[in-house]
């Protein structure tokens, strides 16, 4: 599975400003599998941000509810997350990620990381 994540890069959004991020998967793709986008910002951990399931079920972190939107369009395996409202705390590399179950064992693939850089 490969994961191709377009949107940030060398853009800087401005405090209060929106941007889009997509990420479509190829290859061979389980027919169950969790979407989402994590990210990582400098000197911290990694964290979710959010993740849909096939059946459009989401979760993510409350703090970034009401600002961040996720859709899914399953029939291209392509994940969009909407980022309204940005601030600097938003900026960080943000990394697709694609998670399914093979027996007893979770399968996780990631993107290559996009940045997202909003100035104060």
């Known amino acids: 599975v490969q994961l191709q994540a377009s949107g940030g890069g060398l853009v800087q959004v401005p405090t209060g400003g929106s941007l889009s991020l997509s990420c479509t998967a190829s290859?061979?793709?389980?027919?169950?599998?969790?979407m989402g986008w994590y990210r990582q910002a400098p000197g911290k951990q990694r964290e979710l941000v959010a993740a849909?399931?096939?059946?459009?079920?989401?979760t993510g972190a409350e703090s970034l509810k009401g600002r961040f939107t996720i859709t899914r369009h399953s029939a291209n395996a392509t994940v969009h997350l909407q980022m309204d409202s940005l601030t600097p705390e938003d900026t960080a590399v943000y990394y697709c990620?694609?998670?399914?179950?093979?027996?007893?064992?979770?399968?996780?693939?990631w993107g290559q990381g996009t940045q997202v850089t909003v100035s104060s």
């Open positions: 990620n694609l998670a399914t179950v093979r027996g007893l064992d979770l399968k996780e693939y």
């Open positions: 290859g061979n793709i389980p027919s169950v599998n969790v």
């Open positions: 849909i399931s096939p059946d459009g079920t989401t």
